[in-house]
Nanobody, 114 residues
Framework: EVQLVESGGGMVQPGGSLRLSCAAS????????MSWVRQAPGKGPEWVSG????????NYADSVKGRFTISRDNAKNTVYLQMNSLIFEDTAVYYC???????WGQGTQVTVSS
């Protein structure tokens, strides 16, 4: 059974940092590209970042470029999203997605508030 379990969300002040983790199981993690997608209150889903199987190719939405870093540890079956210089507009539920499939994590809430 495929499972994607996010963690690391929380409340942070503007300018702060958080690191999200997504622990994967039930499939060959190192064979799949992974993505992070977020959904802010009242808005549709927004793709945030993606990483290829080996981690050497990473892509970012313009809204997070230069502030967020995606990475993965294939030995630990985990993908990460380091979020720095957080702004109010980053408030959303962040989901881990197994690219090319309908598998998503349950989401982790990130709230940027002063």
């Amino acid at each position: 059974e495929v499972q994607l379990v996010e963690s690391g969300g929380g409340m942070v002040q503007p300018g702060g940092s958080l690191r999200l983790s997504c622990a994967a199981s039930g499939f060959s993690f190192s064979s799949y590209h992974m993505s992070w997608v977020r959904q802010a209150p009242g808005k549709g889903p927004e793709w945030v970042s993606g990483i290829n199987t080996g981690g050497g190719s990473r892509n970012y939405a313009d809204s997070v470029k230069g502030r967020f870093t995606i990475s993965r540890d294939n030995a630990k079956n985990t993908v990460y999203l380091q979020m720095n210089s957080l702004i109010f507009e980053d408030t959303a539920v962040y989901y881990c997605h197994l690219e090319g499939t309908d598998y998503w994590g349950q989401g982790t809430q990130v709230t940027v508030s002063s």
